[in-house]
Structure formats: structure tokens, C-alpha cells
């Protein structure tokens, strides 16, 4: 074989070789946050999207964003410049809430390159879009006016303010079956139940409980809103 053809050959190999050990490029990377920011968007709504969700590069805590180039060696997202071939599917985890400080749910899903949901399980944090893609009823200010127009009360020391995730057993159990809630009231005590292994925590609190997407009332008066589960003598 002539000279030639082996050097050009020789060439071509290496800039295969070369090629495929670079990384993919940040471009490709933001068109993948699209489509999970896509996915939160259809859920949840833009607003709600834009007022209330947190990635892992906002937050910069209890968030983890992960590439998987095999199904049990995850890449943190933070190193993604260092991937050098396209991910089987990348796992996705936003923080939905009242504010930055807050801290609220956290919503969960791995995305393939396509764009498809590969765990659309119950408790992803992922509501039905039927439910969710128009947003909340109200604005948390409107919920919180709504709540002292009902005769509750509260201070700057002692105001009980979430958002929480519940389970909702009517919906389709093939689907995500779960809806957010926003209690308000005011913090009139704290207690446990006790288990094997581990104690409930729980606040009691007088206030108004309410669904964020339809704006019901779900529940008013003194009752208990879980804050925690201690274990072994930590608590979490």
C-alpha cells in the first residue's frame, strides 16, 4: 500500500479517535435542560415554573442532577464539560417552592435523549398536566389573604408557611397521582408518633389548608402538618 494511502488512513483513525473523546459541547447539554424545564413547564405551568422551581445550579444544595453514560455510574451534571459521549439518560431534580430560603418539595424524573420520561411514577413530584398547566388558582399572597379573610391569624414568630406534596388515591394509579398544597396558619405547638424504628414529627397548627391548582379549602382549624422523621437519634 502506498505511503500516502497509510498516512491518510492513519490520519482519519486518529481524528475518530480524537472526536470521540471530546466533550459533546454545552450546546447539546442546555438543549437536554430544555426538555426537562420543558417537561416541569407542562406540569406545573410557566408562571408557576418561573415563581416557584429551583434547579440544582440555584439552589446549590439537597439537589442532584446526574448523567448516566451506564445504568450505575452516574456523572454529576456539574462535570458534564468532561463527557465525551452522548448519556444513556440523564435524572433530573428540581425544588418546588414559596422561595429560594423556603425549601420545599422535591420533583424527580430521568429523561432519555428523545425527550421521554422514563419513571412518570406517583410521587415524582410530577401533578397530571390536566391538573397542573394552568398554574396555581391564586398567588400565594392571594391563598394568604383568602386565609385571614377566614378569621386566621399569625405573627412573624410563630406563622406556619408550606408547600407540600400529597398522594391523591382518586387519581389514575397508572399515572402520577398527586397534587401540591399551601398551609398558612399560625404554629401553636409540636408533637411525634412513635414507631419501631423511627418517630413522626409533625407541627400542630391553626390554620387553612388549601389545593394550589383548584383553590379548595382542604382543611381549617387545628390539625397536624408533618415536619420530619427522627431515626436512630438523628433526625431528617
Known amino acids: 500500500m502506498p505511503l500516502f494511502r497509510i498516512t ?29 424545564d420543558s417537561v416541569v413547564i407542562s406540569r406545573l405551568g410557566l408562571d408557576v415554573f418561573k415563581r416557584h422551581v429551583y434547579t440544582e445550579e440555584q439552589v446549590h444544595h439537597d439537589l442532584s442532577d446526574l448523567i448516566y453514560l451506564e445504568r450505575d ?40 435523549p428523545s425527550g421521554l420520561i422514563l419513571n412518570d411514577e406517583p ?13 396555581f388558582a391564586m398567588s400565594i399572597k392571594e391563598f394568604e389573604r383568602t386565609a385571614l379573610e377566614n378569621g386566621y391569624r399569625w405573627g412573624r414568630s410563630d406563622q406556619h408557611r408550606t408547600l407540600t406534596w400529597a398522594e391523591c388515591d382518586n ?9 401540591y398544597e399551601f398551609t398558612i396558619g399560625r404554629h401553636i405547638g409540636e408533637g411525634f408518633q412513635a414507631g419501631v424504628e423511627c418517630s413522626y414529627l409533625f407541627d400542630i397548627i391553626e390554620g387553612i ?16 402538618v408533618p415536619s420530619g422523621i427522627a431515626c436512630h437519634g438523628s433526625q431528617l
Open 8 to 36: 491518510i488512513l492513519t490520519y482519519i483513525l486518529l481524528q475518530t479517535l480524537t472526536s470521540s473523546s471530546q466533550a459533546i459541547g454545552e450546546r447539546y447539554w442546555k438543549r437536554y435542560r430544555g426538555m426537562a
Open 73 to 112: 455510574s452516574p456523572i454529576a451534571w456539574a462535570d458534564r464539560s468532561e463527557v465525551g459521549t452522548r448519556p444513556l439518560y440523564c435524572f433530573f431534580e428540581y425544588e418546588i417552592c414559596l422561595d429560594r430560603k423556603d425549601g420545599g418539595p422535591t420533583i424527580r424524573f430521568a429523561l432519555s
Open 123 to 135: 410521587n415524582n413530584g410530577l401533578v397530571l398536566a390536566e391538573r397542573g398547566q394552568n398554574g
Open 171 to 179: 387519581l389514575n394509579s397508572l399515572s402520577t397521582g398527586g397534587t
Open 209 to 224: 389548608r388549601f389545593d394550589v391548582f383548584t383553590g379548595e379549602i382542604l382543611q381549617q382549624g387545628i390539625f397536624q
